[in-house]
């Protein structure tokens, strides 16, 4: 398997498990489930192992298609200033999340305030991978690239009336 297989196999699971983890975060708050809550902060540090692997798969990928495909740098190092943005931010909502899982080892109650602040910044990666993903996918998806078409579909022979 090379790093770009590898780099695709992993870099969707931050992008859905977000999602997933935002879902579990939300159903754990509004039902107070603690069990919930504390199987939502081991998927996020499982999802944390892989979206190290799919950053750190990037530059070699990047590497490899280059190779092969004529690709846009300045899209490529978008995408990897996002992903390494989400990155980071997961790291450090890594502190609060494995400060809790600690709590509740200690048996300690998980304040109000830390449960909250895991919930929003949830949300917005989940909005921030995303967007990172949007840019990975602009990559070799020249189709999803915020253009407009119209002016390519005028171009085109078949797109004329038979009238002009």
């Given at each position: 398997?090379?790093?770009?297989?590898?780099?695709?196999?992993?870099?969707?699971?931050?992008?859905?498990?977000?999602?997933?983890?935002?879902?579990?975060?939300?159903?754990?708050?509004?039902?107070r489930d603690?069990?919930?809550?504390?199987?939502?902060?081991?998927?996020?540090?499982?999802?944390?192992?892989?979206?190290?692997?799919?950053y750190?798969?990037?530059?070699?990928?990047?590497?490899?298609?280059?190779?092969?495909?004529?690709?846009?740098?300045e899209?490529?190092?978008?995408?990897?200033?996002?992903?390494?943005?989400?990155?980071?931010?997961?790291?450090?909502?890594?502190?609060?999340?494995?400060?809790?899982?600690?709590?509740g080892?200690?048996?300690?109650?998980?304040?109000?305030?830390?449960?909250?602040?895991?919930?929003?910044?949830?949300?917005?990666?989940?909005?921030?991978?995303?967007?990172?993903?949007?840019?990975?996918?602009?990559?070799?998806?020249p189709?999803i690239?915020?253009?407009?078409?119209?002016?390519?579909?005028?171009?085109?022979?078949?797109?004329?009336?038979?009238?002009?």
């Amino acid at each position: 398997m090379n790093a770009a297989q590898v780099h695709l196999l992993t870099v969707h699971v931050p992008v859905v498990g977000f999602w997933g983890l935002s879902i579990l975060f939300i159903l754990a708050h509004f039902f107070r489930d603690d069990r919930l809550f504390k199987i939502s902060c081991w998927l996020f540090v499982t999802i944390l192992l892989l979206a190290t692997v799919a950053y750190f798969s990037g530059p070699p990928a990047y590497e490899l298609l280059k190779e092969h495909y004529t690709v846009e740098k300045e899209t490529v190092e978008f995408h990897a200033v996002l992903a390494r943005s989400c990155l980071l931010a997961m790291v450090v909502l890594a502190m609060i999340v494995g400060n809790a899982l600690v709590q509740g080892f200690q048996g300690e109650k998980i304040p109000g305030w830390q449960r909250w602040v895991i919930l929003v910044c949830t949300l917005l990666l989940s909005v921030f991978w995303a967007v990172a993903a949007h840019w990975g996918g602009m990559i070799r998806h020249p189709e999803i690239r915020f253009t407009d078409s119209s002016s390519i579909e005028a171009a085109t022979p078949e797109n004329q009336h038979p009238n002009h």
